[in-house]
Nanobody
Framework: QVQLVESGGGLVQPGGSLRLSCAAS????????MGWYRQAPEKQRELVAT???????NYADSVKGRFTISRDNAKNTVYLQMNNLKPEDTAVYYC???????????????WGQGIQVTVSS
C-alpha cells in the first residue's frame, strides 16, 4: 500500500506564493507520474500539473507561467510552487501518484487526503 501526505497549504493574499509538498511512502517499487489536482466548492476535480519520473511536465492552462511542479525521485516527493496566486486558485489540492508497488510489482494509483489553499484578502 502506498500513502501520500500533503503539506504546505494555507491562507495567502492575492499575488502571494505557497509551496505544496507531497511525500509518498509504503511499499514502493517505482513511481511513474506524480501530480496535483484541485477541487473548488461545487466544481469537479481538475488537473493542475503532472510530472513524470523523467521530468516531463504538463500544466493546466489556468496555471501556466504561475505554478511550477518538481519532484525529488530519491525522496518520492513532489512539489508545487504556486506564485501570483489568485482567488480562483482557492480549492482543496490533492496529490496523486501512480507506479508499481511491492511485492509483485502491482500497479498502484494513490491519492492524498487533500490540503486547503485559500487565496483571499
Amino acid at each position: 500500500q502506498v500513502q501520500l501526505v500533503e503539506s504546505g497549504g494555507g491562507l495567502v493574499q492575492p499575488g502571494g506564493s505557497l509551496r505544496l509538498s507531497c511525500a509518498a511512502s509504503g511499499s514502493i517499487y517505482t513511481i511513474y507520474t506524480m501530480g496535483w489536482y484541485r477541487q473548488a466548492p461545487e466544481k469537479q476535480r481538475e488537473l493542475v500539473a503532472t510530472i513524470t519520473s523523467g521530468g516531463s511536465t504538463n500544466y493546466a492552462d489556468s496555471v501556466k507561467g504561475r505554478f511550477t511542479i518538481s519532484r525529488d525521485n530519491a525522496k518520492n516527493t513532489v512539489y508545487l510552487q504556486m506564485n501570483n496566486l489568485k482567488p480562483e486558485d482557492t480549492a482543496v489540492y490533492y496529490c496523486n501518484a501512480n507506479g508499481l508497488s511491492l511485492p509483485g510489482s502491482v500497479i498502484f494509483r494513490s491519492w492524498g487526503q487533500g490540503i486547503q489553499v485559500t487565496v483571499s484578502s
